[in-house]
């Protein structure tokens, strides 16, 4: 019997991921890193897709033990952010768990809507989303781009061949 003030956590819409890079996702970047499809078709692609942020333990407090040695205490898991050469940072994301070993084998996948990590990197103060560090397409969304993505947006083709961003219209 359940309680009527009984609250239900939602599960995540990816419980059977396999790990698999979004196909859509896989060929624009394909095809942008040869030249082939411009910046926004791989933003439109990546808009809907699902991605894996990585997860790392930290080390909290470490204890010593009467033998010596060291000891975790406590740890944390946070995901992963990246800090370039120029101080701003950036949270990573990756396409597959493939992409996401090539970087660290030992990082947990998380799997999210590219538009959660792309409001997780504004709110963490993040200046970009680099998706695929290691390759081997790395693509960077930055600036309005970022904030556009977190808010839902998406770039869309329009019938002369550019490109306009479609999104829910402020209120008010």
């Known amino acids: ?14 419980v059977d991921d396999d790990g698999a890079a979004d196909a859509d996702l896989a060929t624009a970047l394909e095809r942008h890193a040869s030249g082939a499809a411009p910046y926004p078709e791989v933003l439109a692609a990546l808009a809907g897709a699902r991605l894996l942020v990585p997860v790392v333990a930290l080390l909290g407090e470490v204890e ?18 990246l800090t370039g050469a120029d101080g701003r940072t950036a949270l990573l994301a990756f396409t597959s768990a493939d992409t996401l070993a090539a970087w660290d084998p030992a990082a947990r996948p998380v799997p999210v809507a590219a538009g ?37 947006w998406r770039p869309v083709r329009l019938d002369d061949g550019g490109w306009a961003w479609l999104g829910a219209s402020p209120e008010g």
């Open 1 to 14: 019997m359940t309680r009527p003030d009984a609250k239900r956590l939602q599960g995540s819409a990816y």
């Open 116 to 152: 959660l990590a792309a409001a997780t990197a504004v709110q963490e103060g993040a200046a970009a989303l680099v998706v695929d560090l290691s390759g081997p397409q790395r693509f960077v969304v930055e600036d309005e781009d970022l904030h556009r993505i977190a808010a839902g």
């Open 64 to 81: 010593v033990g009467d033998d010596g040695l060291a000891r975790d205490k406590s740890s944390d898991m946070a995901a992963v952010l």
